[in-house]
């Protein structure tokens, strides 16, 4: 790391953002299951983790600022891999979705962007054994 002091507040700040993204995202979708709501709450509710996911974001990057050539290095090749195979997905569902009826409850915006963090997650890991 090249910035010990920042390394250390984005390693602590990281997984507390994460975590609380990932609670605010899931209370989210527990509450709009709930149909009696009204548009403004269901808004509300819709844009809940939107804050937490910023926080997130920031942190990550600063983790990234604050690591070593290496370490942004092999980031980078994991965008490399996850950006092309998001376009590979993303082109396919749309040619299919022209092709056949594709369910929404399995195809929906709602359930195909978790993909894309596990994309990241590979090319990190693709990356990470390359450079071992």
Do not use: K
Not at 27 to 40: C, I, K, N, S
Not at 73 to 101: S, Y
Not at 108 to 115: E, G, M, N, P
């Amino acid at each position: 790391m090249t910035n010990p002091s920042a390394a250390r507040r984005a390693g602590r700040s990281l997984p507390i953002s994460a975590g609380l993204w990932i609670l605010c995202y899931f209370t989210a979708r527990g509450v709009l299951e709930l149909r009696d709501l009204g548009p403004g709450l269901r808004i509300a509710a819709a844009l809940l983790p939107v804050a937490p996911f910023a926080w997130f974001l920031w942190t990550f990057i600063g983790h990234i600022r604050a690591a070593d050539e290496l370490e942004r290095r092999i980031h980078l090749e994991a965008l490399a891999v996850a950006f092309p195979v998001t376009m590979l997905l993303l082109m396919t569902l749309g040619l299919l979705q022209l092709a056949t009826t594709l369910s929404m409850d399995d195809w929906s915006y709602r359930h195909v962007w978790a993909f894309l963090p596990a994309f990241y997650l590979g090319g990190l890991a693709l990356a990470r054994r390359r450079y071992q």
